[in-house]
């Protein structure tokens, strides 16, 4: 099984791309270009890594759900693959925004990020039209653009592969994931208002160790306790996340995107209504009056054998 690369590492540079294929273009065209892009993929990227083979270079590409009753109405679609609906929580709503394709592409250099983005521009630019196209960046020491590490209680590498890729093998997808990508807006100015004290509460971890808060000292609409997710034996269930600092400092615009990967999507879910709906005590998750969530979407990611079937029209 030849899985995607969607297991994040921190590179120095991400481009995150969400693209809507054109609807005044003939369904049967759309599709022949894009199996043509999906047959030409993993040769592209083997050729990207011999190119490039010292810049930590990765790339994902997510299916969404419109897209695919599009192009593929005959083949079941992937179980939880659905159009994300909009939560609407306490004070902010986890909006539904559009998106057909979505990629996720790392390196070390920006130059070989955009690289990338070249083939994708001169194979697909015929029959898609962007949504929208982040440029993010590693910040400081492995830090969220809020200035907390990013990723501490992460799977490690072995149990992330079983968080991430389906592994029923009755399942059609089986090596596939399903990736929920969220852009979020940051108020810099509100945030650098609240002490290190305060903004440590808010977190549920000491901003410059990066321990977590005493049981006794953590409140219960901390980030790191509301949003957390458990089975129906009450044991805690784990996804792999990222978030991806952006910004565009003269415009005072500032941003995290997030990437949940799973190979269950309810789990990603319950942590998403956790934060914005709440929890128990009907707090919501207090990182939410700082961050402004302004997409979201939920995209299938096949294997590379489910890539290869759309290039040979046995998905269709
Ligand atoms: C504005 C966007 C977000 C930022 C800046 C952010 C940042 C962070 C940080 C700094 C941590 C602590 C370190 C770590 O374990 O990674 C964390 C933990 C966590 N985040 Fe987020 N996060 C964001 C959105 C989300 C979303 C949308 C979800 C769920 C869908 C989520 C779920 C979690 C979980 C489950 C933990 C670990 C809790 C634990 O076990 O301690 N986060 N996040």
Redesign the pocket.
């Known amino acids: 099984m030849k899985y995607q690369d969607v297991i994040p590492e921190q590179a120095q540079n991400t481009i995150l791309c969400t693209v809507n294929f054109k609807n005044d273009v003939d369904t049967n065209e759309v599709l022949e270009v894009f199996k043509d892009f999906c047959g030409r993929l993993h040769p592209t990227l083997n050729s990207m890594k011999i190119r490039f083979p010292f810049d930590n270079f990765k790339f994902v590409m997510g299916i969404g759900s419109n897209a695919w009753g599009r192009l593929f109405p005959n083949s079941e679609k992937p179980k939880d693959l659905k159009q994300f609906n909009d939560i609407k929580g306490k004070n902010k709503t986890?909006v539904s925004t559009d998106g057909d394709l979505f990629f996720h592409i790392s390196a070390d250099k920006m130059d070989v990020c955009y690289e990338m983005m070249l083939i994708i521009h001169k194979l697909l630019k015929n029959v898609i039209d962007s949504v929208d196209e982040t440029h993010g960046f590693r910040f400081r020491d492995g830090?969220?653009?809020?200035g907390?590490?990013?990723?501490?209680?992460?799977p490690d590498i072995e149990e992330a592969k079983e968080v991430v890729y389906i592994d029923n093998h009755e399942d059609p997808y089986f090596g596939g994931t399903y990736v929920?990508a969220?852009k979020?807006i940051?108020d810099l100015d509100l945030w650098d208002s609240l002490s290190v004290e305060k903004q440590e509460l808010v977190?549920?971890?000491y901003k410059d160790t990066?321990l977590?808060l005493s049981e006794d000292k953590k409140p219960s609409n901390a980030?790191?306790?509301i949003?957390?997710?458990h089975d129906v034996l009450g044991e805690?269930v784990?996804?792999m996340?990222a978030?991806i600092a952006f910004a565009e400092a003269s415009k005072s615009i500032f941003?995290?995107?997030?990437l949940?990967y799973s190979k269950d999507f309810s789990i990603?879910?319950q942590?998403?209504k956790?934060?914005f709906e709440g929890k128990d005590n009907n707090e919501y998750?207090s990182?939410?009056d700082?961050?402004n969530?302004i997409t979201g979407n939920l995209f299938f990611v096949p294997s590379f054998e489910q890539i290869d079937k759309i290039a040979s029209g046995d998905i269709h």
């Open positions: 986890a830090r969220a653009i809020f907390f590490v990013d990723g501490t209680e992460n929920m969220q979020y940051f977190v549920g971890r990066d977590e980030h790191t306790e949003s957390k997710a805690e784990k996804i996340r978030n941003g995290s995107y997030f949940g990603t879910l942590m998403l956790h934060m998750d990182i939410l700082y961050f969530p």
